[in-house]
């Protein structure tokens, strides 16, 4: 049986269209809905917003 993490792993995909992703570890408990997180993407070379991605 597998057993339910708190803490999973996200991929942050940037908004910017250049595919560039973060990947991070978020609390469900604390945060259920999607992240959303203002990161820097080296492609534009701007801080842009990423979103989690499923």
């Known amino acids: 049986m597998a057993?339910?993490?708190i803490r999973?792993?996200?991929k942050l995909r940037s908004t910017a269209g250049t595919g560039y992703t973060y990947i991070?570890?978020?609390n469900r408990r604390n945060?259920?809905?999607r992240l959303e997180l203002r990161r820097f993407d080296p492609m534009v070379r701007q801080h842009v917003l990423?979103?989690?991605a499923r």
């Open 3 to 5: 057993r339910q993490d």
């Open 24 to 26: 991070t570890e978020k």
């Open 50 to 52: 990423f979103r989690e």
């Open 31 to 33: 945060t259920p809905d």
């Open 8 to 10: 999973t792993k996200v």
